[in-house]
Structures are given as structure tokens and as C-alpha cells.
């Protein structure tokens, strides 16, 4: 004879007792303080026709969860009795619920003693170090728990940048105590968090397609971005030099004066594009555009932006025109992109914003995009235009 797996069983309270420590309520007591035991769970037993027609599962199933309990183990769930009142078999006591009275109780069932130590533990240091990380500790205890081994080094990096929120050093100069900067680069997401909170920082909100790095939102020096060029001049070096890359920095200092400056994406069109006159290319910008700002020489020469025909290509043209009002657009008009259509692909995640800041053909095709007027996500790459098409386009500047 064997009881109804829809009767209540040891296995469903140490079940309901897990799941409440994965998903963190037992630990995040610890901090906050609540009172959650004792814990209480209704039994589902045999009712009156199945206590009759199974009498003998049903005394089994009796004799094993009270086995299972305090009265049978000595630590655990106790069993609350009723008696029930049957018309061929008499009286007969049930249990009709389980109570787990304390905490040790309930760890001890799932076996989570070690790891409630372990909590408890870093709970305390946290309080000591960084009380203002206590309310994240108790939303994700085990996210916590999952780096207890490393959690006074944590705090330490924590406690460093709390003392030196603008250092403006480089991470690798960063100087704690046992903690190498490996340590710190592996452990970026778990970190953004916990600083977040102690530099009461806003969440991070990037411009589209500009990533937020580490070291900008927490006062570290970033390694320099760099602006790559091509001097298309044949008759004009610089210092010897046609293919460039200078950090940003440098780049608005230099001594240049093109009669025309190209703007292109795809590092090979930079690459392949051919020779102008008094010309250069930039190109692998994509959002990054204000690392141009400070360049005010660009400002003499005519400026042209190449990019694909997609809702994200006017957006970045947009971007550029934030700083350089006058730039002019090369082959991203409605005559192009009808003229390729066998090479139309597929725009991932498109642009779904507004551009202020293109002309007016511009920006009817960007919406011709958008509303998916010519299918679903068209987007014209530029590297899949003939180059002898931008010769063509070249020739008429």
C-alpha cells in the first residue's frame, strides 16, 4: 500500500521550506528584521470517501509524516491533530496542519545551515562597513551569499570608491589592499550595483548606441577614445603618415585645414575609399560622434557623412548635425535605396525616436523607414553599394 502522492508529505515541506529560501525570504529576515516563524502549511489528506475506501494507505501515510517530524526526528515540523468522526470507521486523528516553530528549524530540514552562517556573517560585516548596502542585501541574499568568499574584499572596493568618487586614475593604479585589478574588471556588474547605491548614483542612461562604461560612472580614468583618419590627398602626409589614429584629444589640436572632410561607418570603406583632393576620411565612429566636438578646424572644411540607409544611420547623421549643422549626407536618399533594393537587409532593433536635425528629404525617407513603408525593417547597408556608385556620387561634389 502506498499513500497518495496528493497527500501532504515530508518531501512537500522541505519543497515549501527550499522555496522560500531561494527565493531569499528566509536569508533577507536576517537583515530586515521580520518575523516569519513560525511558518505554517495545510495538509492535504485523505477525505471521508478516500479515508474509507484506503483506510490502510491513509494510516501509513499518518505513521510516516509524523516519523518525519519533531515527535519522530526531534527537530523539525510539528503536526497539528484534529479528529475526525467517520460513519463506518469511528473516531480517527488526522493531521490537519504543520507548523515549523523557529528558523533552525526550517534550516536544518533543507540543510541550509552552513549557508545561513555564511550569511550572517556578511550580513554583519556589511552592517559594520556599509550600512547603506543593507536594503540591497535583502532583496538578493543569495546573489550575496554566491560571492561570500569574496565579500570583505567587495566591501573594500566599495569602501574605495565611497572615499574617492572623482580619483580620475586609471583601474589599473587603483591601490587596495589584496585586490588586484583583475578582481575588480571580473566583478563589474555585481560592483555597479553596490556603488550605485553608496555614490548615489541615477541610473545609467546612455545616449543611443553609446555605451556606459565603468570607468566613467565612477570617477576612474577611461583609456582614450580614439579618432582613426585617412589623409585621401595623395600630395598630402602628416609627418609621414595617411592612415592615423590619435586620441580625441589630440585630434581637435591638429594642424589640418581639408578642403572636404568624409565621414564613413564601415572600417573598410574608410579603408578602400578613394583619392580627393585636399580631402580626408574619418571612419568606425558610429555614436561617438562628440569626440569631434572639440576639432573647431573641421569647422572650415565642408563636411559629407556616409552611412547606411536605416533608421539608426539617420539617427547617428542627426547626431552629427548637433555639432556640425552644415554636414551634408552622400548616398543615403530615397533614389539610392530604390535602385539596391536585391541588397535590402534586415535592421535589428530600429530607431524608434524622433530626428529633429535632418533635412527635410532626410527626414521623409527616415520616416518612410520607420512606419515600415517599403517592408519590414529595410535597411541598405553601405558596404553593399557599388563602389563605382560612390565614385559616381564623389564626382558630383
Not at 513560525?38 to 474509507?52: M, N, T
Not at 490502510?56 to 516519523?67: F, K, N, R, S
Not at 543615403?332 to 535590402?344: E, G, Y
Request: charged residues 25%; contains cysteine; aromatic residues 10%.
Amino acid at each position: 500500500m502506498t499513500a497518495d502522492p496528493a497527500w501532504t508529505g515530508a518531501e512537500d515541506v522541505e519543497a515549501w521550506l527550499l522555496k522560500l529560501w531561494l527565493n531569499g525570504r528566509i536569508a533577507a529576515a536576517k537583515v530586515t528584521g521580520d518575523a516569519i516563524f513560525p511558518l505554517r502549511l495545510r495538509v492535504r489528506g485523505p477525505d471521508s470517501p478516500a479515508l474509507a475506501a484506503r483506510f490502510g494507505d491513509a494510516q501509513t501515510w499518518v505513521c510516516d509524516l509524523e516519523a518525519a517530524s519533531r515527535t519522530g526526528r526531534g527537530f523539525g515540523f510539528d503536526l497539528v491533530w484534529r479528529e475526525v468522526r467517520h460513519r463506518h470507521l469511528g473516531r480517527n486523528r488526522l493531521p490537519y496542519e504543520i507548523v515549523v516553530a523557529t528558523e533552525a528549524d526550517a534550516l536544518q530540514l533543507i540543510r541550509k545551515q552552513a549557508d545561513a552562517r555564511r550569511f550572517e556573517a556578511l550580513a554583519s560585516a556589511t552592517a559594520a562597513a556599509c550600512p547603506d548596502l543593507l536594503p540591497w542585501l535583502a532583496r538578493k541574499p543569495l546573489l550575496a551569499l554566491e560571492h561570500a568568499a569574496d565579500w570583505a574584499h567587495i566591501l573594500a572596493v566599495v569602501a574605495w570608491f565611497r572615499e574617492n568618487p572623482r580619483s580620475g586614475l586609471y583601474l589599473r593604479q587603483v591601490d587596495i589592499a589584496q585586490i588586484d585589478t583583475k578582481f575588480i574588471e571580473s566583478r563589474r556588474g555585481l560592483l555597479s550595483e553596490l556603488l550605485d547605491i553608496v555614490l548615489a548614483r541615477e541610473p545609467s542612461r546612455s545616449a543611443p548606441g553609446v555605451a556606459s562604461t565603468f570607468e566613467a560612472r565612477y570617477g576612474l580614468r577611461s583609456k582614450p577614445a580614439l579618432v582613426r583618419f585617412r589623409l585621401l590627398d595623395r600630395q598630402s602626409t602628416f609627418a609621414g603618415l595617411s592612415d592615423i589614429s590619435t586620441p580625441a584629444e589630440a585630434f581637435a589640436h591638429l594642424d589640418l585645414n581639408p578642403r572636404i572632410v568624409f565621414i564613413t561607418e564601415n572600417e573598410v570603406n574608410g579603408l578602400a575609399f578613394p583619392q580627393v583632393s585636399e580631402a580626408l576620411v574619418l571612419f568606425r565612429l558610429g555614436y561617438s560622434l562628440g569626440l569631434l566636438a572639440e576639432a573647431k578646424w573641421l569647422r572650415r572644411s565642408r563636411i559629407v557623412y556616409w552611412g547606411d540607409i536605416d533608421t539608426h544611420g539617420f539617427a547617428i547623421l542627426a547626431r552629427l548635425r548637433t555639432y556640425f549643422p552644415e554636414a551634408q549626407s552622400l548616398l543615403m536618399d530615397r533614389a539610392t535605396l530604390l535602385a539596391h533594393r536585391p541588397l535590402w537587409v534586415r535592421e535589428d532593433q530600429p530607431f524608434a525616436g524622433d530626428l529633429p536635425c535632418l533635412f527635410e528629404a532626410e527626414r521623409q525617407l527616415f520616416e518612410d523607414l520607420k512606419l515600415n513603408r517599403y517592408g519590414n525593417h529595410v535597411r541598405l547597408e553601405q558596404e553593399r553599394i557599388p563602389y563605382r556608385r560612390l565614385m559616381t556620387a564623389l564626382a558630383g561634389l
